[in-house]
Structures are given as structure tokens and as C-alpha cells.
């Protein structure tokens, strides 16, 4: 082992002799730098430091070709100073190491865990998929910082995005990263989503059908070449249920006597069972219905006996059969709620009857309620007193 004033020129041409294994130089500038030479030309840099406890430990700095000997002394430095701190350099670096990529930690740690609980997964898998994997899918998870969103934000809402899909992408990564840090995921420290700025929605777009629409809906239903397109729209009107709630609705679920239908927290948005009083009118959809032997489903795929997975081809045809190409199956949701307060009934009711658990959730239909209430005023006889 040698001691020497560590300069360039002297690196450049210090060479290991023949038939050693090694040779080790010391810098006297900098406590602890260690030069190490092979006899295959090979120049290396190392950092030995003693930790608060008291143990040796030594760290790999790189190569001389890619590191000079200013440069060698300056991260030496740096290093003696973290360990003066309290730091150990050696055991941030193999947490450091341990760090996962964004890519990785979605599919090993996050989806496995929210596919047990969290109905919508599959859309978290789209987004993750078409939006966020490409975005910072090979970053490790310490790299993705607050800039990296709310560049991704911009992006999407400079794109033409709507404000509620920039918005939920950035909502997405802060319950990944939440997650990260409450197991401790390693290099993880603070939420990069804090403090982003969501952008204003205004995406609510409620579509009516007014009497005469739905009339021209119902003949086209009666052409549909899927013989259960008819009774499935109709249940959905005459319910309010959202599509996935009628689609699995199951026979046991109906009580014909008390005129109720009970549907499971499985099959709910908001995992609470919910029960539906049942009209006159859908009684009489589902008398209609012919009952598979054996199979347990009210609205089943005849070639699987199980529930359709969707019904968009013989929807869309029936719905641009009866002009009314725009229309959504979740309009029906918001026809039926325009039709219950435009008979007078209150928010209040609507509410119960949509499985709401919010009531300003409903409050979208209140405008609906005030026209209500207008026309009922307008309707007191008396003219001309002004």
C-alpha cells in the first residue's frame, strides 16, 4: 500500500507490475480514496469509511475512465460528509438498488391487491396501461416527481382530454403512491401527487328521453333480433338500475309477493345491497321472461347460460334505429330519475331509489325538480291581476 498526492498524468500512467494481483494507492488529499489497479489495465476508485459504530465498510466510486481524479476527491468528500451526518452510504445504495419501477410495483404490488376489493380494476388496468405505463413505467418510483405530473396532467388536457380523465389519471397515482408508502416501499418518501392542482370538471352531460322519444325507442326494442335487448331496456327504465346491476340480476333476488327486488352489495357501485320496489309494469317485464331450467340468471347469454358481458351491437342498433344514435344505456338511469321527479316525486326519494349515498350526487336532477315546482305554481287560476 502506497500514499501519494493523487494527480492526473500519475493516474493515466501508474501501471500494476507483473505478477500482482493488485496495487493500491492512496490519495493524501482525500481521507480514505483509494486508487486500485489491475494488472489488466483496469483502474477503479473506492471510498473506505468508518460508521458511527465503529465498522470499516468501503464503496466502489467507478472507474478512472470515467471518473477524474477532482471528481473522485469531490464524491469522496461528499460521502466522508454523509457518514459524519449519520448516514451509511453502503446501505443507501442497496435500498436504492431495491427501488422498484413504476411498472413494477403496478403489477406485482398494486393490481394483485386492489383486484380483491375494488370493482373497477379493470378500468385502473386501462389507464395504467394506455396513459401511465408509457408515461413513467421504466422511472423508479424515487424518480417520479411532482413535475413529472403535472407535466402528464397538462399534456392530457393540451390533448383535448376531458378535465375528469386528466383529473383521474393524477387521482389513480396518488392512491399508487399512498399505497407505496404505507407498506414502506423502498425509496418511496413523499406522495408527488401533493399539492397537484386538479383540473375544473364540467363534464356532466344528462341526456332525456322525452314520451315521444321513448316511444320510438320501445318499437325499435320490439325489432331487435336479440329477443332479451326488450325486457333488459325496460327493466332499466323502469328501475333506474345501472346495466351491470340488471344484466347479473338473479331470480332469487325477486320477491313477487312483497314486490321487491333485492340487489347484493356484489353486484352494487357502492358494495351496499340495495332494495328496488318493483311497478306494475316491471312486474309485468318480468312475467314475460321465460325461466332457464337450471340456470339461475334472469337475463342470460343463451349460448353460455351465463350473464351477457354486454349488449352494445343490438343496443346501437336499436337506438340508431329509433334516432337516437347519441343515447347511452346510462341515460336510461337519467330518464327514469326525470321521469320520477317530473311526477312530483322529491330528491329525497329519487335518491333512495338510484342507491345513492350522497344526496348532493342526486342534486344534478334538482333543476328538473324546480321546473316541477314551477309549473305547479303557474297552475293557480288566477289571471289578470297585475
Known sequence: M????????????????????????????????????RPTGVKTYFIRYK?????????????????????????????????????DPQQEKKVLQSVPTFEEFVWHEYLPYIKSYKKSWKTDVILLRNHLIPKFGGMHMDQIKRDHI????????????????ANR??????YIFNLALKWDTAGVRTNPTKE?????????????????????????????????????ILMLLLTGARKSEVLKAKWHNFDFERRTWQIPGTDTKTGKTRTIPLSDSALEVLDKIKYVDGCPYVFPNPDTQKPFTAIFRSWDTARKK???GEVRIHDLRHSFSSFLINSGRSIYEVSELLGHTQIKTTMRYAHLANQTLLDAVNSVPLNNVA
Not at 477524474?68 to 460528509?81: C, D, E, P
Not at 389519471?169 to 396518488?174: A, P
Not at 386538479?198 to 322525452?210: F, I, K, M, P, S
Open 322 to 324: 329509433a334516432g337516437l
Open 169 to 174: 389519471l393524477v387521482v389513480l397515482l396518488r
Open 2 to 37: 502506497s500514499v501519494k498526492l493523487l494527480k492526473q498524468n500519475y493516474v493515466n500512467k501508474l501501471k500494476c507490475s507483473k505478477g500482482k494481483e493488485k496495487l493500491k494507492v492512496h490519495d493524501q488529499k482525500c481521507r480514505g480514496l483509494i486508487l486500485e489497479v
Open 51 to 87: 460508521t458511527l459504530r465503529g465498522r470499516y465498510k468501503q464503496i466502489k466510486l467507478g472507474r478512472a475512465t470515467d471518473l477524474s481524479v477532482n471528481q473522485a476527491r469531490k464524491l469522496g468528500h461528499k460521502i466522508l460528509g454523509d457518514v459524519a451526518m449519520g448516514k
Open 150 to 165: 403535472i407535466s402528464l396532467h397538462q399534456q392530457c388536457l393540451l390533448a383535448d382530454y376531458k378535465p375528469a380523465t
Open 196 to 232: 397537484v392542482t386538479l383540473a375544473e370538471e364540467n363534464n356532466q352531460r344528462d341526456r332525456y328521453l322525452d314520451k315521444n322519444e321513448l316511444d320510438r325507442l320501445c318499437k325499435a326494442l320490439k325489432e331487435s333480433e336479440n329477443p332479451l335487448l326488450e325486457p333488459i
